[in-house]
């Protein structure tokens, strides 16, 4: 049996590995140009009302899959006190199934590979991108569509014993999803597997390496590459001395420290837990307080936010071969953002304990930055976060990354933000953030709901500034 440190160091060597299928990035270029040509996918946008196999309940108005399974849409009426927008009514998708986002990871060579996946979602911006080995709800994987079994399920069901690096349930957008939950796994076959028409192995590195793409890596690999157990001395020791990248590999030591200890940042996130007061209650869909039908779909009658769309969707080599399904739409990209800062020879991240209506506790880690900036047109100037022109107005040195990156492609259509570090040397204060190394963040990922979906995305971005200079696929 292997021991939690020999994990750790067989994943730092792949997180500076090159190798498996593809000794250069055109080579994986060649690669996902070709699976993507060998899939197909059209999304057409229909009318709510015209869905196939949904309906609207006639008294509420939810939008119900007809077989009471996968998903509804259905309203929320949100209160949150002592906050420039104490109260507000949205919908909200509510699905209470657990999915499955596994990674099934393999030695090739001496060296752990990931089997990664080459993608379409009806909501992705661009077709094809990378996802992780199995990407399913319990309604797919269960066949409720009578469509083709999801590969390699095998390896997740009833995983456990040595082979589980993790294996955790993690939230996914509170502001979207009313307490959804996935269970994020990657587990190490056992036997020799090999890639299927559509999957690839790549190292740990050249998945880092691919983060950078815009709209490559999806959020659900995302999603499960943050937890797996990286925190540790071996980052620190691969990685290049000096600089910005030195102090920020030494983050993942927690023999290096931090500014509050890791006790400190549990109870900071119990009292905000405690002392936050948010309430919530369904509401019918139809006749919610603040939108209107138009053109077929929900939106808000100030043009903000989001929307609620129809699409219907004709695919090829995908479980199922045409489907309709209710989405969310955002208006205008998003901004997530870390603001950096090195303490004592340490890189630490400003953490914001953020409320979100469909947390499941209230609070969860949020990036120092997370929002639409377009919608603070419509906003108390109160609203606007703390650190947005702080983010918006840095120096190009002061930016150590910047890319755009997609959303869950699945039930949002065309999601995407920017996705940025910015560092500072500012001491900042607010009594809803606080300074956190990487090991600290690191941890508290090994627990649910701790750090929200949008942090563990941008923690991934971080740690690819390790080791993507020194991974080439």
Not at 287 to 314: E, K, P, T, Y
Not at 360 to 369: G, H, N, R, S
């Amino acid at each position: 049996m292997r021991t939690r440190t020999s994990t750790h160091e067989r994943l730092v060597a792949s997180a500076f590995g090159v190798g498996g299928q593809f000794a250069t990035v055109a080579e994986f270029q060649d690669w996902l140009a070709s699976a993507a040509g060998r899939t197909r996918m059209e999304t057409s946008r229909v009318p709510l009302v015209g869905l196939t196999g949904w309906r609207a309940d006639e008294r509420t108005g939810d939008l119900r899959h007809h077989s009471g399974r996968f998903f509804r849409v259905h309203g929320l009426d949100v209160h949150l006190p002592q906050r420039a927008v104490p109260r507000w009514s949205q919908p909200i998708i509510d699905q209470p199934e657990i999915g499955v986002l596994g990674v099934l990871v393999k030695e090739i060579g001496g060296t752990l590979h990931c089997l990664m996946q080459a993608k379409r979602e009806p909501g992705n911006h661009n077709g094809v991108q990378l996802s992780p080995t199995v990407q399913a709800t319990r309604s797919n994987y269960t066949r409720v569509h009578q469509g083709r079994a999801v590969p390699y399920l095998e390896h997740f069901r009833d995983a456990g014993g040595p082979g589980v690096i993790a294996d955790i349930r993690q939230s996914e957008q509170g502001a979207w999803f009313y307490r959804k939950r996935n269970r994020n796994m990657v587990v190490e076959a056992a036997d020799d597997v090999e890639a299927a028409e559509g999957f690839c192995w790549l190292t740990l590195g050249q998945v880092h390496r691919l983060i950078a793409v815009p709209d490559l890596v999806n959020m659900d690999a995302r999603t499960v590459l943050a937890c797996l157990p990286l925190a540790g001395p071996g980052l620190a020791r691969s990685a290049p001395t000096g600089g910005f990248v030195d102090t920020l590999a030494r983050s993942y030591d927690p023999a290096a420290g931090s500014h509050h200890s890791t006790d400190e940042i549990l109870g900071w996130i119990t009292e905000m837990r405690t002392s936050t007061e948010l309430r919530t209650w369904p509401r019918p869909l139809a006749g919610l307080r603040g939108w209107r039908h138009a053109d077929g779909a929900i939106v808000h009658d100030s043009g903000r936010f989001f929307g609620v769309i129809g699409v219907s969707v004709r695919a090829e080599g995908r479980e199922v071969a045409a489907w309709d399904q209710p989405m969310i739409e955002p208006v205008g990209t998003g901004v997530i953002a870390f603001l950096v800062r090195r303490i004592d020879g340490v890189l630490h991240v400003l953490m914001h304990a953020r409320a979100e209506a469909g947390y499941a506790d209230v609070i969860e880690l949020a990036p120092t930055v997370q929002c639409a900036p377009g919608n603070y047109d419509v906003l108390p100037e109160a609203a606007r976060p703390p650190f947005l022109d702080l983010v918006l107005g840095a120096r190009p040195p002061d930016v150590r990354y910047d890319t755009i990156l997609s959303e869950e492609g699945g039930r949002f259509h065309r999601a995407r933000n920017r996705y940025l570090v910015v560092e500072t040397t500012e001491d900042l204060s607010h009594p809803e953030y606080r300074w956190v190394a990487q090991h600290q963040i690191a941890e508290l990922l090994r627990h649910s709901f701790y750090v929200n979906v949008q942090a563990r995305s941008l923690y991934v971005c971080l740690t690819s500034l390790v080791t993507a200079p020194r991974a080439r696929p």
